[in-house]
T-cell receptor, first 113, second 115 residues
């Protein structure tokens, strides 16, 4: 079945460092791809999404490009802040009748001042 | 403001008790979902509903039950048959339509602890 694999954390960075969180997927069709962010004790918030190959999602300085040839959707940010500290989840949406999401295991990001 | 509310925020259950977690949305979304989150793990789908009076089992439905009597409400009951219910429970909704890719919107979650 469809699946998502993302790099294990925690990822610890200094403020203003460059961030990359890797995400690869396995899917039989052409899924939509998402990055969600979860702050401590809260629910998930959509960070960005891409619905087809070569689409770039972006929001709040974060970017990710849908790469069909490498089945990847890596999250990047040029300069992280302490406020970016959170757990980041990569997910894909099964196309078809259910609109179900399949999540990766999450990557904890800790940004130090 | 439109959104999803879950209550209670924290819930404690004794062994052998059933408990019900509330989820309400005012986004006029057709589809609603329940996920379970355990430490260091991703989200696992318990149940989902695409329309009122209809719902389907997700990947880990054993020991749980749901109802969908109203479009805006999708309560989850954790029964005594669920052997390890301590977890963080998240409800979500989406503006489902066949072939669409609408993102899911999440509530703030309920943390359930078995005493």
């Amino acid at each position: 079945g469809d699946s998502v694999t993302q790099m294990e954390g925690p990822v610890t960075l200094s403020e203003e460092a460059f961030l990359t969180i890797n995400c690869t997927y396995t899917a039989t069709g052409y899924p939509s791809l998402f990055w969600y962010v979860q702050y401590p004790g809260e629910g998930l918030q959509l960070l960005l999404k891409a619905t087809k190959a070569d689409d770039k999602g972006s929001n709040k300085g974060f970017e990710a490009t849908y790469r069909k040839e490498t089945t990847s959707f890596h999250l990047e940010k040029g300069s992280v802040q302490v406020s970016d500290s959170a757990v980041y989840f990569c997910a894909l949406s099964e196309r078809g009748a259910t609109n179900k999401l399949i999540f990766g295991t999450g990557t904890l990001l800790a940004v130090q001042p | 403001d439109g959104g999803i509310t879950q209550s209670p925020k924290y819930l404690f259950r004794k062994e052998g008790q059933n408990v019900t977690l509330s989820c309400e949305q005012n986004l006029n979304h057709d589809a609603m979902y329940w996920y379970r989150q355990d430490p260091g793990q991703g989200l696992r789908l318990i149940y989902y509903s695409q329309i009122v009076n209809d719902f389907q089992k997700g990947d880990i439905a054993e020991g749980y039950s749901v109802s969908r009597e109203k479009k805006e409400s999708f309560p989850l009951t954790v029964t005594s048959a669920q052997k390890n219910p301590t977890a963080f429970y998240l409800c979500a909704s989406s503006g489902f339509s066949v072939g669409s890719t609408d993102e899911q919107f999440f509530g703030p979650g309920t943390r359930l602890t078995v005493l």
